[in-house]
């Protein structure tokens, strides 16, 4: 598979290739975009038991009190 390099830059969003060069329609292309700066985002797992047996210890219990906290 032949590559050829072909200069270009965004406007607008759009992609302007240099030298006024015309692509074949459909013709594959490749973007390589440079001095492009990312943010990392942080990645935050969800706790996972290394005995599913165990779900049954953190089971929630509801307890009523009365409306004036047992004052």
Known sequence: MPL?????????GKILLQDNIALPE???VYVIVT????SQSAHIRTPRLA?????GDF???VIEVSD????
Do not use: Y
């Open 26 to 28: 459909n013709a594959r």
């Open 68 to 71: 004036n906290g047992g004052l």
């Open 51 to 55: 005995d599913p047996r165990q779900a």
């Open 59 to 61: 089971r929630k219990k």
């Open 4 to 12: 050829t390099a072909i200069e270009g830059v965004v406007v607008n």
């Open 35 to 38: 001095d492009l700066q990312t």
